[in-house]
């Protein structure tokens, strides 16, 4: 059964509101550093897979068949002609995820204005056990209309994350269906044949990446 957003459990904040008192004594930003690395097992969390100083183009991407919100199989070739920029989440990701999509949303539209409709946005979901075709069909109703959001099994997302390095792993788990993933937090811009140009991380705002990526097809 699809499920809506999670809370943090009482336990959670329970023992947040006791690391507070502990660090009481060390100033703020250190406290919400400490909140924010407990935080990570029970969300989803940045995870720096490839660094902002890097020297060349990393060897991200490739080719891949996953499975549309129709439930239909659908292989990278079929992208090719359009620049596409994919992010990996999950559908229960309580915050981070519908902020970054929201993110996507703002900058295709961006884009489309001054470019046309060139821009193919993709949603890849690290949570192939909840997050099947009709889940994803309901997802993308909240998104760019243009939107398509790809499952598969667990081998199809493990391969198609180990081609572009993106980290993920279930957090601690309530029950077999209530859990959440931490997951790295990166928006990837492939050319028009499928080739990795860049990527935007999660600092990077919604204005800041369309100027990026409108300089990227200038050229």
């Known amino acids: 059964m699809f499920l809506g957003e999670q809370e943090p459990s009482q336990l959670v904040k329970t023992l947040e509101s006791k690391l507070v008192g502990i660090l009481g004594i060390l100033n703020i930003d250190n406290i919400q550093r400490s909140i924010d690395k407990y935080r990570s097992l029970w969300g989803c969390r940045s995870r720096t897979i490839v660094t902002e100083e890097r020297y060349g183009t990393p060897q991200l991407g490739g080719s891949f068949k996953l499975i549309d919100q129709d439930g239909v199989t659908r292989s990278s070739e079929e992208f090719k002609g359009k620049y596409m920029l994919i992010y990996f989440g999950f559908c229960n990701c309580p915050d981070i995820c519908p902020e970054e999509m929201d993110k996507q949303t703002q900058v295709v539209n961006t884009l489309d204005k001054q470019f046309g409709p060139i821009i193919q946005p993709v949603f890849i979901s690290v949570d192939p056990k909840r997050d099947v075709p009709r889940v994803l069909k309901n997802y993308v ?24 390095r993106v980290y993920y792993n279930e957090g601690i788990k309530a029950t077999e269906q209530d859990y959440l993933i931490d997951h790295s937090i990166i928006h990837y811009l492939m050319d028009k044949d499928g080739n990795f140009l860049e990527f935007y991380g999660k600092n990077t705002n919604s204005q800041e990446m369309a100027k990026a990526i409108s300089n990227v097809i200038k050229k």
């Open 141 to 164: 109703k909240d998104y760019h209309p243009r939107l398509v959001a790809l499952t598969g099994t667990p081998e199809m997302i493990k391969d198609v994350t180990r081609k572009f």
